[in-house]
């Protein structure tokens, strides 16, 4: 006996807000909506999850489909309920955050999604639906995750100065660090492997090279280690 629901049900979508650091200012990628409604608008990457699949797949999915993008850190970040908040129907949205390098990715569009394109988190455009408070929440959300945990590293590539790193920093919380004291810091973890190999930006001196020891970094949190700058 096939069992039926008495009662409406509300439909589930997930939507992701993926950042990128160009190595100067800190990005959000978006996509230009080529259905109704918001025809022409710039939203979040996202879709509805299907019946047969999981949230983290929907999310991969969906972010493969209309931007191009595949296999990037990926997080559930909250979930979004405001009745009125799609003027289709009913919908329940959990959304994810993704951090990656843009460098390393050619982004395409497909599917319901008619460009995919790079903002400056500082500077994007009107976002459809509820996508502006999602977006806002997942920067949030960066923003402290990055000062007790070394997911910054997710947005550097494998070999970086330690300019690199405090630019990063600076670009997603949005001030000044001092030079001296941030240096420090991060070298007293001893996390960061030394590289004999240097890097040269403009008209300064090269400046070294170093690597995250990620496997040092999980052995340590295994041991009650934690990471704060």
């Given amino acids: 006996m096939k069992h039926t629901y008495e009662y409406p049900r509300a439909a589930l979508t997930v939507d992701c807000v993926v ?3 160009d190595g100067g200012a800190l990005q959000v990628l978006l996509i230009r909506r080529g259905l ?3 025809k022409d608008h710039w939203a979040l990457p996202g879709g509805f999850v299907r019946v047969e699949e999981t949230l983290d797949a929907a999310a991969r999915r969906e972010l493969e ?3 191009g993008l595949k296999d990037l850190f990926l997080e ?3 979930t979004f309920g405001t009745v009125n908040r799609d003027p289709r129907e009913r919908v329940v949205s959990v959304a994810y955050y993704a ?3 843009p460098a390393d990715h050619t982004t395409a569009a497909s599917t319901d999604a008619a460009e995919a394109r790079w903002f400056p988190v500082t500077d994007i455009p009107p976002l459809a ?3 502006a408070e999602i977006f806002a929440t997942a920067l949030t959300r960066l923003r402290g995750k990055l000062t007790y945990q070394p997911i910054g590293f997710e947005l550097l590539p494998p070999k970086f100065t330690l300019t ?4 990063l920093y600076e670009s997603v919380l949005g001030t000044e660090i001092d030079k001296r004291n941030f240096r420090k810091k991060v070298l007293s973890y001893d996390l960061l492997i030394p ?3 240097q890097h040269r930006e403009g008209p300064h001196r090269p400046a070294q090279l170093f690597r995250f020891d990620r496997a040092k970094y999980e052995r340590l949190t295994k041991k009650g280690f934690f990471f704060e700058l």
């Fill in 99 to 101: 951090l990656t390098k």
């Fill in 36 to 38: 109704a409604p918001f």
């Fill in 76 to 78: 559930q970040l909250y």
């Fill in 65 to 67: 489909e209309e931007t």
């Fill in 129 to 131: 639906f509820d996508h």
């Fill in 195 to 197: 590289l004999k190999e």
């Fill in 19 to 21: 950042f990128g650091f």
């Fill in 164 to 167: 690199q790193l405090q630019r």
